[in-house]
Nanobody
Framework: QLQLVESGGGLVQPGGSLRLSCAASRFTLDYYTIGWFRQAPGKEREGVSCISRSGTSTNYADSVKGRFTISRDNAKSTVYLQMNSLKPEDTAVYYC????????????????WGQGTQVTVSP
């Protein structure tokens, strides 16, 4: 079964940057659409960004457009989320997820999930 491991979270000041990584083990990511999701305390998990198998198509939530960039390196079986101009409202646990059969920011189409990495944006 595909396993995903996120890394790169941490504490950053408003306006700062972080790069999250999502690495796959046991299988390569070539055949999967990859999405990034986040969940803040007391809120539902929401889609942040996703990228197609080839990397040619990306999608972003309105709240992160122009600040976050998703990319992938299939040779390394890794997907990245570059987060710039971070705001306190970006504070959440960030998850990556993989889908063989769907795409977009609907979490229901993603079958495989990582354990999450905490991002905290605070002065």
């Amino acid at each position: 079964q595909l396993q995903l491991v996120e890394s790169g979270g941490g504490l950053v000041q408003p306006g700062g940057s972080l790069r999250l990584s999502c690495a796959a083990s046991r299988f390569t990511l070539d055949y999967y659409t990859i999405g990034w999701f986040r969940q803040a305390p007391g809120k539902e998990r929401e889609g942040v960004s996703c990228i197609s198998r080839s990397g040619t198509s990306t999608n972003y939530a309105d709240s992160v457009k122009g600040r976050f960039t998703i990319s992938r390196d299939n040779a390394k079986s890794t997907v990245y989320l570059q987060m710039n101009s971070l705001k306190p409202e970006d504070t959440a646990v960030y998850y990556c997820a993989a889908s063989r059969s769907g795409n977009g920011l609907d979490k229901k189409v993603y079958a495989f999930w990582g354990q999450g990495t905490q991002v905290t944006v605070s002065p």
